[in-house]
């Protein structure tokens, strides 16, 4: 897990809907983290709870320009949560092409 301050910890304890993790993503994008795979997948994971707009998510996965296992596993479980069935494969097979293969809990969700 990165550094961060103790402000950003209890700021993300303190996400319970699509407004404050729009806050806390202006916070992450202030402290110059919002690029970082924790808090991408962070970020993706709360998208998948509230049901985030799909273009929004899809925004915060493309913040990253290499994204690891855990940014795209989280970026998978949105889109069977959310609706994205036709694009599970294709971001599949793109982790497929950046040389990333499926971990444990990806599997394991599926």
């Known amino acids: ?4 301050s103790s402000h950003l910890s209890s700021a993300v304890l303190g996400v ?3 407004l404050h993790l729009q806050q806390f993503h202006a916070q992450l994008i ?3 983290l919002h690029r970082h795979d924790y808090w991408v997948a962070r970020l993706i994971a709360f ?3 509230f049901h985030a707009p799909s273009d929004y998510t ?3 996965f493309d913040s990253t320009h290499q994204p690891g296992v855990m940014v795209f596993t989280n970026m998978l479980r949105y889109y ?3 609706g994205g069935n036709s694009e599970i ?3 599949f097979e793109e982790m497929q092409r950046c040389g990333l293969k499926p971990d ?3 599997y394991q969700y599926y």
């Open 1 to 4: 897990m990165p550094q961060f």
């Open 16 to 18: 319970s809907n699509i």
């Open 30 to 32: 202030q402290h110059a």
């Open 58 to 60: 899809c925004r915060i």
């Open 80 to 82: 069977s949560k959310c």
């Open 47 to 49: 998208c998948t709870r």
């Open 89 to 91: 494969l294709t971001l």
């Open 104 to 106: 444990c809990a990806l």
